[in-house]
């Protein structure tokens, strides 16, 4: 059964620096996501990585999927307070998305 | 359109009451999941739906959970009874094959 485990799980920044998260998968996914959930509120959905070497930009964040190494990134360009939140990259297939931990990010002046 | 509809979206109960949490997906979305988050175990699956027939419920905790999807426009999870570690936010996630989910703003359940 797919793992997916995300590193760091907490991440204290600061803004206008740059900082990447990990996201490892236990046994190849056929896709990959990434969503971004504030404090008591839903997940939205970021990203849809839907092959290996797919990058995704929007705005300071970028994803980008290397399906070889059963690895996905999240990098931040110039972190603002905005970007505060946690942070899941569940992989899988249609039917069963597996979450990991999440990575709480916290964006300090 | 309104998104993914959860109701209640805050619901306090005593241990053994039954508790019904209801789900309306967004039109087209012929898949439908509930998922269950805790600080505990992060979030789980514990069912999903396709064209309204349950795929697979092996994430459902045991017999006290029973989920249905009537219609393509309604779906439920059941929790009968209740104890106080079913406490957790419970989303609801519709989609339509992609694999992208779309999630409602989740209930959250205290059982006392």
């Known amino acids: 059964e797919l793992k997916v485990e995300q590193n760091p799980l907490f991440l204290s920044m600061q803004e206008e620096k740059n900082y990447t998260i990990y996201c490892n998968y236990s046994?190849?996914?056929?896709?990959l996501y990434w969503y971004r959930q504030d404090p008591g509120k839903s997940l939205e959905s970021l990203f849809v990585?839907?092959?290996?070497?797919a990058v995704k930009q929007e705005g300071r964040l970028m994803a980008s999927l290397d399906t070889k190494a059963r690895l996905s990134t999240l990098h931040i360009t110039a972190a603002v307070h905005d970007l505060s939140a946690t942070y899941f990259c569940?992989?899988?297939?249609?039917?069963?998305?597996?979450f990991g931990k999440g990575t709480k990010l916290s964006v300090k002046p | 359109d309104a998104g993914v509809i959860q109701s209640p979206r805050h619901e306090v109960t005593e241990m053994g009451q039954e508790v019904t949490l209801r789900c309306k997906p967004i039109?087209?979305?012929?898949?439908l999941f509930w998922y269950r988050q805790t600080m505990m175990r992060g979030l789980e699956l514990l069912i999903y739906?396709?064209?309204?027939?349950?795929?697979?419920d092996s994430g459902m905790p045991e017999d006290r959970f029973s989920a249905k999807m009537p219609n393509a426009s309604f779906s439920t999870l059941k929790i009968q009874p209740s104890e106080p570690r079913d406490s957790a936010v419970y989303f609801c996630?519709?989609?339509?094959?992609?694999?992208?989910?779309?999630f409602g703003e989740g209930s959250r359940l205290t059982v006392l």
């Open positions: 569940p992989g899988g297939s249609q039917g069963n998305l597996i």
């Open positions: 739906f396709n064209n309204n027939v349950p795929i697979d």
């Open positions: 990585l839907l092959s290996n070497g």
């Open positions: 046994t190849t996914s056929d896709r």
């Open positions: 039109s087209g979305h012929d898949y």
């Open positions: 996630a519709g989609g339509q094959g992609t694999g992208e989910l779309f």
